[in-house]
């Protein structure tokens, strides 16, 4: 059977890419930033899983303003870098699961969650900059990734408790796959940050950490956050969070913290990074 | 974490009237709400076609030419040409669609987010490095003039 057996929270800025593609990972402004996950690529490589659940958002790449789909799953062999108006980024093509990844779509289809089903699509920097902060830059991706790509633009975006949920249709999803698999799910993007209008720059180190906080243990109460408290508090483009709560869904009534990692700033946003582990 | 009814477990009833309003009490903020998207579609699919290396160099040979293929208003046009975003916004533009002019400029990202904020470049950078906009004072448009009222009151 397959199991999830961690989760990951991640920013996903694309600058995080760029210091990665141009060596600049362990200059002044990145060092910091970059320190926070060593703890995680040396964890990575030890618990070497198989599959990665990937939430994340396209920022206008794979989808542009036509078509919206508010929850879509990868069902693809493969996807390629995309090229997001400076040329695609040199990375490794991204390896998908096509099985598990149809049998996660059936299922969730089954428990009533509508997903959208792509087969062909490129994949921004919100897929690849958490790829390359778990795992450097290898020749090839050592994971097979099932990307979950979450509208988190065009409002109504869906609700803190709706990822929540779908997180925990995923679980049972992952859990009828006869293979035996390790799994992983990781939700990406936020923390605080506002890309736009005159408010733009706004970041909020102790929200963030509220909402750090609030993902470890038994509580569900980050469910519940409206969306005005995430655009209030952290910005408009922290509404990314919610898919955090796909994530957390995931991984069951209670976790258990084993790493955590802060910084401000990068670019315009807050960098925030969890890994924790279901307490079973 | 707001201590409502929320955080006991309950899900919340929801107005749809009241949570639209409620994205729009946000100050120097323009969520992308479905009315803007409808509005700026065209200015939005004009950005995305930048994501093509033939379509971004027809662009800057003839950026006023290149415009003049879309079913875009001359304002959006002009605020186009003129990289005047936070009109963009107003006219609704979204940031992650517009970033794919910011990249064809050469522009960094936050450089470009900078320009919409009342401060240079390196003022907004320093902004950054110490910490960021403090969201005190900057939650609601209404609590602003709500204070900016009790306070005058108060003189």
Redo the contacts between chains.
Sequence with gaps: MARITAGVGSSHV??LGVAVDQGKSDDDYFGPIFKGYEWTRKWEANTQPDVVILVYND???AF???IIPTFAIGCGDHYKS??????PRAVPDVEGHADLAWHIAQSLILDEFDMTIINEMDVDHGLTVPLSMMFGQPAKWPVKVVPLAVNV????VPSG?RCWALGEAIKRAVESFPEDLNVQIWGTGGM?H????????????E?DN??LD?LIGDS???R??????Y????G?EGIEMVMWLIMRGALGRETRLLHRHYH??C??T?IGHIVLEPVD | MSNNDATQGKKPALNIHEYLAELDDIPGTRIYTAARARKGYWINQFAMSLMKAENRARFKADERAYLDEWNISEAAKEALLARDYNRLLDLGGNVYFLSKLFSSDGLPFAEAVSTMTDMTWPEYRQMMLDGGRSAEGNRSIKANLAAAAANKGAN
């Design positions: 694309p600058l920022h206008a790449s542009d303003a036509n995309a090229d997001e108006g400076w040329g633009v065009t409002y109504p408790n605080s506002q890309l736009q209008g005159p408010r733009a720059g706004l970041l909020n180190r929200w509220k909402f609030a569900d109460a980050a519940w956050i409206p969306h005005i408290e655009l209030r508090e952290t408009s401000i700033p670019s315009n807050a």
